[in-house]
Nanobody, 114 residues
Framework: VQLQASGGGLVQAGGSLRLSCAAS????????IAWHRQAPGKQRELVAS???????NYADSVKGRFTISRDNAKNTGYLQMNSLKSEDTAVYYC?????????WGQGTLVTVSS
């Protein structure tokens, strides 16, 4: 499974961005799609995840501002980020789990200017 993340960029505080994660290859059986992020000098952290059935989980820091979704027919996951804050600045990584195997995409940089 290959994951291609896109949608990062520079945005002002309070603005919005939408990240996309397109999966290709042997995509049958992708259970979890998730987004993690890593800010400079910090550990990578889980931002949000969604199962194939649509169950979602969010980090406390993004609840109410970010929304994760997926289109199973297109094998694509999305992260809608609203009310962005400077502390959301990070490299965002797409993640997928197929049964017990984990896959990571390349990061996409999100920079929020205050």
């Amino acid at each position: 499974v290959q994951l291609q993340a896109s949608g990062g960029g520079l945005v002002q505080a309070g603005g919005s961005l939408r990240l996309s994660c397109a999966a290709s290859g042997r995509t049958f059986g992708i259970n979890v799609i998730a987004w993690h992020r890593q800010a400079p000098g910090k550990q990578r952290e889980l931002v949000a995840s969604i199962t194939r059935e649509g169950s979602t989980n969010y980090a406390d820091s993004v609840k109410g501002r970010f929304t994760i979704s997926r289109d199973n027919a297109k094998n694509t996951g999305y992260l809608q980020m609203n009310s962005l804050k400077s502390e959301d600045t990070a490299v965002y990584y797409c993640y997928a789990r197929v049964f017990t195997t984990e896959y990571w995409g390349q990061g996409t940089l999100v920079t929020v200017s205050s």
